[in-house]
């Protein structure tokens, strides 16, 4: 690999708490942009400016954690807590089943007559 390649690897952002981090950076020097056009620019335009770079953060935290893949870790959670309860049923895109009631207990209604 080439010299230029093993320097762009390590700018690249690869986990979400990675991206979390630079959002947390951006963040602290936006507030601290904020405070510098609130002093340099008093009244409304210092709000004005203030407010913009405030949302500057949202803007780019949200770009970077869609970008970055989910690692399998937390794929496999999400997975686990995919699986129903006990005595749920699982929604499925397959032709319906009947639903059959339990042995013990028929309801007075019951058409059957066996």
């Given amino acids: 690999m080439?010299?230029?390649k093993r320097l762009a690897r390590l700018f690249t952002i690869k986990t979400r708490t990675?991206?979390?981090?630079?959002?947390?950076?951006i963040a602290v020097g936006a507030i601290e942009r904020g405070?510098?056009?609130m002093e340099n620019y008093p009244g409304y335009a210092g709000l004005v400016l203030a407010a913009a770079c405030l949302g500057v953060p949202?803007?780019?935290?949200?770009?970077l954690i869609d970008s970055v893949k989910p690692t399998?870790?937390?794929i496999?959670?999400?997975?686990?807590t995919a699986q129903p309860r006990r005595g749920e049923r699982?929604?499925?895109?397959?032709?319906?089943t009947s639903v059959r009631p339990s042995r013990g207990s028929r309801s007075g209604l019951s058409r059957r007559t066996d």
């Fill in 90 to 96: 699982r929604f499925t895109r397959n032709r319906p």
């Fill in 2 to 4: 080439s010299m230029r």
């Fill in 58 to 63: 949202f803007i780019a935290g949200a770009k």
């Fill in 18 to 25: 990675e991206a979390l981090l630079v959002t947390y950076a």
């Fill in 72 to 74: 399998k870790v937390a």
């Fill in 76 to 80: 496999a959670a999400e997975a686990r």
């Fill in 35 to 37: 405070f510098q056009y």
